[in-house]
């Protein structure tokens, strides 16, 4: 049996924050000083009008939703389509996350909790697609009290899915201390130990992260993927039923491309998969 491991080869991975903090302390005015900022503004708190200049200037743009299927297919376009923007950042994740919250009630109920399986479910495909996206990507949450024993407050967290700082390189909560905003790190994994030690406490500015983690990487442009077709999806959806593939196959098919369904599947994908599913319906004729 031939062994399928390759040598590791390292690369120039884009920027995956999770910016943390109390209202008013700077997540949004530090986001949007990221090159290229593409922002989905949750609460309408970037009609702000310094937050307008600094986004005009930087070149940027203002989507503004609090509806989570809206959010979901505007990342999806960001996926697919060509466009010179380099930092996608949702701004607070807290809100649509609750909107979420409500549309799965009202589709499965309360009941078990099963309001939050449903919602966990497309959650994921959000999560799927920011982790294809060839940009920086910045998320946004409120803040709220981490309990302990006899619920003793013992610390800050996010508000959002559970689970969700697993998505993130990088998780920074971000502070007034006087007149200087800092971050401080919560969790790092990657990239040089001494780049943002756990704990530490620093000045916190886009210039302070690019010194730090690569202003070339940070600045580049975005590569789209280029989706499977209408022709494709029709091809596969029209076949599949005879080739006998099951759907657990398909799901896991699926997973593997971090897709849906088949037309978040990258077009070259498409392609061998209708291969794949016309030898299947070959190989079958042929046994007959």
Not at 110 to 120: I, P, Q
Not at 140 to 167: C, F, Q, R, W
Not at 241 to 270: H, I, R, Y
């Amino acid at each position: 049996m031939t062994l399928r491991g390759k040598k590791p080869e390292t690369h120039a991975k884009r920027f995956k924050g999770l910016f943390i903090g109390a209202a008013g302390v700077g997540k949004t005015m530090a986001s949007i000083q990221f090159p290229k900022p593409y922002l989905i503004d949750t609460e309408r708190g970037a009609e702000n009008d310094s937050y307008v200049e600094l986004l005009n200037a930087g070149g940027g743009a203002l989507f503004q939703t609090t509806d989570f299927e809206e959010l979901v297919q505007e990342v999806k376009a960001l996926l697919s389509t060509k466009h010179e923007y380099r930092t996608l950042i949702i701004d607070p994740i807290t809100t649509v996350y609750d909107d979420l919250i409500e549309q799965a009630e009202i589709k499965v109920g309360t009941d078990f909790g099963r309001h939050y399986g449903e919602a966990k479910k497309r959650w994921k495909r959000l999560s799927n697609l920011i982790s294809r996206l060839d940009m920086n990507v910045i998320i946004t949450s409120h803040e709220k009290n981490m309990y302990g024993d006899s619920m003793a407050v013992i610390g800050k967290t996010y508000d959002g899915p559970k689970g969700m700082d697993y998505l993130f390189d990088f998780v920074f909560e971000i502070c007034k201390r006087g007149e200087e905003r800092v971050g401080v790190v919560k969790k790092t994994r990657m990239g040089d130990p001494g780049q943002f030690p756990e704990s530490e406490v620093f000045p916190f500015s886009y210039d302070e992260i690019a010194e730090r983690y690569g202003r070339d990487v940070l600045e580049r442009q975005a590569v789209a993927v280029e989706l499977a077709s209408e022709g494709q999806v029709s091809m596969i959806s029209s076949i599949l039923p005879e080739s006998g593939v099951s759907s657990e196959a398909v799901e896991k098919w699926l997973g593997k491309n971090k897709a849906a369904d088949f037309t978040e599947v990258s077009s070259a994908n498409a392609s061998k998969f209708i291969e794949y599913l016309e030898s299947q319906i070959s190989a079958k004729k042929a046994r007959v």
